[in-house]
Nanobody, 120 residues
């Protein structure tokens, strides 16, 4: 059974930084892409940043220049370094992985979510 375990959320003041981590575990044959989405109250879930196994990255316009996504393929782990945080970054952040387990079809998997609150 595949699981995504997130950590690193919390409360931070505007202008501060946080680093999110997400580790995929289980019987994983291949991970094609990993990324982070977020959902604020009353809003739709949106892509924040994503990275493929080849190392290409994609960012939402609202976080370009402030957030950096990175990945440790050996550890099946993806990180999101968030700098210069703004109150509008407040949301539940979800880890996502496009992967294929050994004994199941390729599909998207989701973490349970971690709260990020930016407030003074």
């Amino acid at each position: 059974q595949v699981q995504l375990a997130e950590s690193g959320g919390g409360l931070v003041q505007p202008g501060g930084s946080l680093r999110l981590s997400c580790a995929a575990s289980g019987s994983i044959a291949n991970i094609y892409a990993m990324g982070w989405y977020r959902q604020a109250p009353g809003m739709q879930r949106e892509l924040v940043a994503a990275t493929t196994s080849a190392g290409s990255t994609n960012y939402a316009d609202s976080v370009k220049g402030r957030f950096t996504i990175s990945r440790d393929n050996a550890k099946n782990t993806v990180y999101l370094q968030m700098n210069s945080l703004k109150p509008e970054d407040t949301a539940v952040y979800y880890c996502n992985a496009d992967l294929k387990p050994f004994y199941a079809r390729r599909r998207d998997y989701w973490g349970q979510g971690t709260q990020v609150t930016v407030s003074s």
